[in-house]
């Protein structure tokens, strides 16, 4: 039996209840809210994972990932090296586009350098491009690789091959050049010298009248018969200047003679033309004449051979018909 | 006086009256080159003859005139002969016969008259006897006693003696010889001097071979000549009149190195 109570303690009681019930009801909607915080949280992350993948293959940084590096082999000069190693840089055409990573000697006695080339610079190195080991600053720094942009077939790049050549050294040609230059030099010192010698013995020669250059200077012997034979000249001239005169009035009379045969091949000239359309005019006649002469000489054979068949000149009335074959008298063994 | 016209017109209705028939259609341009290549060819010119011949069968090539393709083929292929060429003459004889056969029109014997010679020439004996023996079946008297002839000369150059009496007798039975042209007697008697020398009767050998001889002269076929001098040198030589062969022999070279 529940002992009664009051009416204030009841009612006091009623609304006890009814505030526990709107609390706890404010309770349990607080605590749906904590629980999905966490998937959401996950879900956050995943999109942005998604969408730094979709940014990394939008920019390549996969592809290139995925896609190795190019293997070139290089094939090193028999004559050295030139100071390239492991690390060394390849260009194309001044840009950067691989890195050398071995150096090795095969069992052929072959040198040979393999390089990881960028695949965006494979593109660039066809069949046709050309290796060349340089040095950093002309003479002196890190040996690098540098090739050529080849335009033919496209590389192999299964397995890649070039032949390298070394650049040659400045310092290597000048010294050459200097020693080049010596060897030529040096015979033409020693000849100016055997000149200057043999000089100095001609002159001395001269000075003291030896031979006929040095006699002409120390002897006037020479100039004096020199003298004489122009004075003897200068006479001989003399005597002939008549005659140089008969032979200059034959020589003007001659050309005299041709001046006038000139005026007369000048004056038939303008007849040239004329003669010249004559002469064609004949010619192309010729073959008309050549043609009626052989239809008149048909025309006679004709006539001939039906006055042979008059029975008034002893003909058999009716012509032959013409016979097209040689006597076979004329074939001959 | 008065009489004179009167006669000449009389003459002129009488020539008129007496008009022959007239000729069949003919190209004048063939003809006239055929008839200058004969006459080159009668005037021992075949150099001259050849591109008369070869105008001649231009046209006939133009008319399409398969008989007259016959007939300058002959004229040719003897010309080239003539002039020395037996290989060039078998070439147009072959291009004659392929041109006749186009045609449809058979190949006449004295085609193989200018073979039989050209073949003789070029010493392959045993198809020129073939095409001799072809060329005599001819029609033509003239075109078969010439084949026979051939026959004659291609068995002598093959030493066969029986061959040339065979042809000798058969050209003898071919026509009586009073009515032969010069070359024809001429033959006959070049062959019955072969046979009388292939037989052992030098003597009858020389005395034939000396009227072929004189015939040749006629009928200024030289070359022809030259051929009869040497079988009467080789008939005095078999009479052992040495000098008289020698004397010959020199005759035929004098005429050879003239002929040059």
């Known amino acids: ?333 | 006086m008065r009489r004179a016209p009167a006669a000449l017109a009389l003459a002129l209705l009488l020539l008129s009256g007496c008009a022959s028939h007239p000729a069949p259609p003919q190209d004048d341009a063939m003809e006239v080159a055929i008839s200058a290549g004969r006459q080159a060819m009668d005037n021992h010119q075949p150099a001259q003859a050849i591109p008369r011949f070869e105008d001649a069968n231009r046209r006939a090539l133009l008319r399409d005139d398969a008989p007259a393709l016959a007939d300058i083929g002959y004229d040719l292929a003897a010309a080239r002969l003539a002039d020395n060429h037996p290989d060039a003459a078998l070439s147009e004889l072959a291009r004659t016969r392929a041109a006749l056969s186009l045609r449809g029109h058979p190949a006449p014997p004295a085609l193989d008259l200018v073979a039989a010679a050209a073949l003789d020439r070029l010493a392959r004996l045993p198809e020129a006897r073939i095409a001799a023996t072809r060329a005599a079946t001819s029609p033509d008297p003239a075109i078969a006693a010439r084949a026979l002839f051939l026959s004659g000369l291609i068995a002598d150059h093959a030493g066969d003696r029986t061959g040339v009496i065979d042809a000798s007798t058969r050209l003898d039975h071919l026509a009586p010889a009073k009515a032969l042209p010069r070359w024809r007697q001429a033959d006959r008697l070049e062959l019955a001097a072969r046979a009388a020398l292939a037989s052992g009767h030098p003597d009858t050998a020389l005395a034939t071979i000396r009227q072929a001889i004189d015939l040749r002269r006629d009928d200024t076929d030289y070359p022809a000549l030259r051929r009869g001098l040497r079988l009467a040198a080789a008939a005095a030589g078999a009479l052992g009149q040495t000098s008289m062969a020698a004397a010959y022999e020199a005759q035929a070279t004098q005429s050879l190195d003239a002929a040059k």
Do not use: C
């Open chain 1, 1 to 333: 039996m529940t002992p009664e109570r009051p009416p204030e303690l009841q009612a006091e009681r009623a609304r006890d209840t009814v505030a526990a019930e709107a609390i706890a009801g404010h309770r349990s909607g607080r605590l749906t809210r904590r629980r999905y915080t966490d998937e959401w949280v996950g879900l956050l992350v995943l999109a942005a994972i998604g969408v730094f993948a979709a940014a990394a293959i939008e920019a390549g940084i996969l592809h290139n990932w995925l896609q190795p590096p190019g293997r070139l082999h290089i094939l090193l000069p028999q004559t050295g090296v030139g100071g390239l190693s492991p690390g060394a840089d390849v260009e194309v055409f001044g840009i950067h586009a691989g890195t050398v990573r071995h150096v090795r000697l095969n069992p052929d006695g072959e040198t040979w350098a393999e390089a990881e080339i960028d695949p965006q610079a494979e593109p660039f190195i066809r069949r046709d491009s050309a290796a060349t080991i340089k040095l950093r600053y002309a003479v002196a720094g890190a040996a690098y690789v540098s090739l050529s942009r080849g335009k033919g077939e496209p590389m192999d790049w299964h397995y890649a091959v070039v032949k390298a050549t070394t650049d040659p050294n400045p310092v290597d040609m000048i010294t050459a050049t200097i020693a080049d230059i010596r060897t030529h030099v040096l015979p033409i010192l020693d000849n100016a010298q055997a000149m200057t010698a043999s000089l100095k013995a001609v002159a001395a020669d001269l000075q003291q009248g030896r031979g006929s250059a040095g006699k002409l200077l120390t002897d006037d012997t020479l100039i004096r018969q020199a003298e004489a034979t122009v004075t003897k000249l200068q006479d001989t001239i003399a005597k002939l200047q008549p005659q140089i005169g008969s032979v200059l009035d034959h020589a003007n009379r001659t050309m005299s003679n041709v001046q006038s045969a000139s005026r007369d091949l000048k004056a038939a000239t303008p007849q040239l033309p004329a003669i010249t359309r004559n002469a064609r005019d004949a010619t192309a006649e010729l073959p008309a004449l050549l043609l009626q002469a052989q239809a008149t000489t048909h025309d006679l054979q004709g006539l001939i051979t039906q006055l042979r068949g008059l029975w008034l000149l002893g003909g058999g009335g009716t012509p032959k018909p013409a016979d097209h074959r040689i006597s076979p008298a004329q074939v001959a063994p």
